[in-house]
């Protein structure tokens, strides 16, 4: 096969890998997160504490993270038909490309938030702040480095993910691989495709390393910042009081 031959093929084939992975992290990252978050919360000691719900969402968690994403993708062919319309393409391996990656960014999720230091949590409680403000000021903020690694991880497990739903029809450079490089013998497409994913996953690794340590060096973690910002809000306030006497 030329050169010419192979280059629409992977075109194409990186196009609808870029679709399943984008679409898929967006849905992850938008339910592990307050996901990852309620772990947190729920926990003993946590703003929410509510040690049954810990342990039900816990548990979902473990499931879903515990099966193999070929039996989970297998096992969600109904739910996918009834969403997509079909079992087969790149629309429909986003489906089980997203709830299998939801557990994984959620666990993850946990893990940067537990990171957290526990003062700043306690000086907004101090200041009258409620479980929103603590994550909004706190959590979330504090933890953006690990949390923006913990991303660059998701990403890069979904584009394995998507390698293998591309072995059941979900299109891709899985589907590429599998289909001419090894049923078809083009060993040097194969060869290419597995290049083109090293190259790939190279290059977001890198750009989540280096945006996570950008944001580390700003003082995105364990520096004063929320509790400061919380304290000069809190100054005009007690300058009119003074005012005022």
């Known amino acids: 096969m030329t050169w010419s031959e192979m280059q629409p093929l992977l075109s ?25 978050l309620l772990l947190v919360l729920t926990d003993r000691g946590g703003q929410l504490q509510n040690v049954i719900a810990n342990k039900v969402i816990g548990q979902i968690v473990n499931v879903g993270r515990s099966m ?109 691989a599998v289909r001419y490089g090894y049923q078809r013998f083009e060993t040097q497409l194969m060869w290419i495709t597995v290049a083109i994913l090293a190259v790939v996953i190279s290059l977001i690794q890198f750009a989540g390393d280096f945006t996570a340590r950008s944001l580390h060096s700003r003082g995105g973690r364990s520096g004063p910042a929320p509790k400061l910002r919380l304290l000069k809000a809190k100054e005009p306030a007690a300058a009119d009081v003074g005012k005022v006497a």
């Open 12 to 36: 194409q084939a990186c196009t609808e890998t870029f679709q399943m992975v984008l679409w898929s992290t967006l849905i992850a990252v938008a339910a592990g997160l307050p996901l990852g």
């Open 68 to 176: 193999p994403f070929i039996i989970l993708m297998v096992a969600l062919m109904s739910f996918t038909r009834w969403v997509t319309g079909t079992t087969i393409g790149t629309t429909a391996a986003i489906v089980p490309l997203a709830i299998g990656g939801i557990p994984f960014f959620a666990r993850l999720v946990e893990t940067a938030v537990r990171e957290v230091d526990g003062g700043l949590v306690e000086a907004v409680q101090s200041m009258g702040g409620n479980s929103w403000t603590i994550v909004r000021k706190v959590l979330v903020p504090e933890a953006l480095p690990s949390l923006i690694a913990s991303t660059t991880t998701t990403v890069i497990a979904l584009i394995g993910y998507s390698a293998m739903a591309g072995t059941v029809g979900g299109g891709g450079l899985g589907d590429l």
